[in-house]
């Protein structure tokens, strides 16, 4: 078998909808200096549809996925941005970061009803964003840190990440990750994946079993066969002058090694 | 401890209602206090389902209003004395009620209930965040179609989010005929998308309907069918019990006669 086991079906160059990833869309965890920095969307930044609800099943899915990355009675810095927050909310938070054992201490808010709810229930306010999220996003923001996740992104679920998310675990039908980085599926591809999200055709979407329901690489888009896998190898997507095309990982390597 | 378990799916008509029915009659047949809630509001037909329909007085909405007491909104099964149901209003909407009434509701069941089991609209609006709201462990039930499956995923997401992790899948309406000829979903197809332990599959089965039009529980009757006996099966999972699943697979015999095979071993 060459190299390249190509997809049968290859849709034009078609624009996929969703430009990059913008930064501030998810919530995010941020390791600074022996603390962890929660980070909220700001509520100007995202549309109405980002709502508490929202934000609240990110958060429980970044804790769910990702607890082996920090160490218990961790401290958390809450930075909540211009978001509206009630004591009940923020009591919510501290609850959920209770359960995986880390500490609510800090909140940094723009809001004055968020630093009133967040001194009432104990919390230490500071009206200005930590030093970290100072730094201006500008247009060419470099890739952020890998996002790493062991869960299932079931049905429904939607990923984005402005770096490369690595996933241990399946991609079902109808869920979906996008990525300006790379997407690493340790498991089985059946949904959606968008590598390179923000225009990079040289970004890789890599699966152990690679069954997707679509693949996106920046402006490029690739239907599933619609045959049925008879042999399950681990296999990489990748940009050619064709369109979207994939390799048997072990072949890979291989290939980019001599054409360089 | 009681144990506070929503049957839910995402798709509608996939047989949840049919489901918390047997499951509650068998639970309660097996000696447990069984509390039945109806949080289909606005679509009640557990009522029916259990033929208790023309006892409801009633319901959710009154005793949330303070226009009762909880024990006289429940509605005692005639003929199992250990089981009770908590009717929906069948003229309100949903927005009657919100998750934080639903869930005090739910708690104070377990004061004198081992299972309480809700019953959970189809979709994932309000009514949905109004079942699962006291819940503690849940019931995905879907059918081997694509469609049901991806929405019985989303669920079961949605679920985790929420903080509930003990989730047990029942696959219903499967066809054993149709699987063989690759032209319906196994259950391992099922399971290998949604990765979440299965505590039953039942077989698409005729009296099903039967029962329903009769509002008597398959569970109730004396030649129970394959789904009957699935139903039951289900019961005594949730209790602990290992019990083999049914042989479902049209072998030799096809499924009709194994069936029929089944009823003459009992007689
Ligand atoms: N195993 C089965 N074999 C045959 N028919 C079935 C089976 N299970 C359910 N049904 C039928 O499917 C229909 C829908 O079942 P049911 O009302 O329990 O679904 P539901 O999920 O509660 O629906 P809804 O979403 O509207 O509340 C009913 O007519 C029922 O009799
Ligand atoms: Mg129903």
Redesign the interface.
Known sequence: MTSDSTLPDIVSSVAPPSGGVNHNLQVRFKNEEGKLLLILPAETETSSSSSWADI??QL??RL?AGDRFWQPNTTVHLAAADRLLDGRQLQAVAEALG?VQLTLKRVYTSRRQTAVAAATAGYSVEQQTPSALNQPLTSSVPLAEPLYLQM?V????EIRHSGTVILVG?I????IVVANGDILVWGRL?GIAHAGADGNSKCLIMALQMEPTQLRIADYVARAPTTQLTQVYPEIAHVTPEGIRISIAADFSKSQFLSS | MSRIIVTTSGKGGVGKTTVTANLGMALARLGRKVALVDADFGLRNLDLLLGLENRVVYTTVEVLAGECRLEQALVKDKREPGLVLLPAAQNRTKDAVNPEQMQQLVNSLTESYDYVVIDSPAGIEMGFKNAIAGAKEALIVTTPE?AAV??A??V???L????IKKIHLIVNRLRPAMVQVNDMMSVEDVQE?L?IPIIGVVPEDERVIVSTNRGEPLVLSENPSLAGKAFDNIARRLEGQTVEFIDLHPTHDNFFTRIRKLLSSII
């Open positions: 609240w099943q429980k899915q769910n359960e299932a079931r049905s429904g679920v399946d079902n039908p109808g869920g059946r | 694509i991806r929405d995923d989303r079961v997401g949605l985790e989010a929420e903080g998308i990765a």
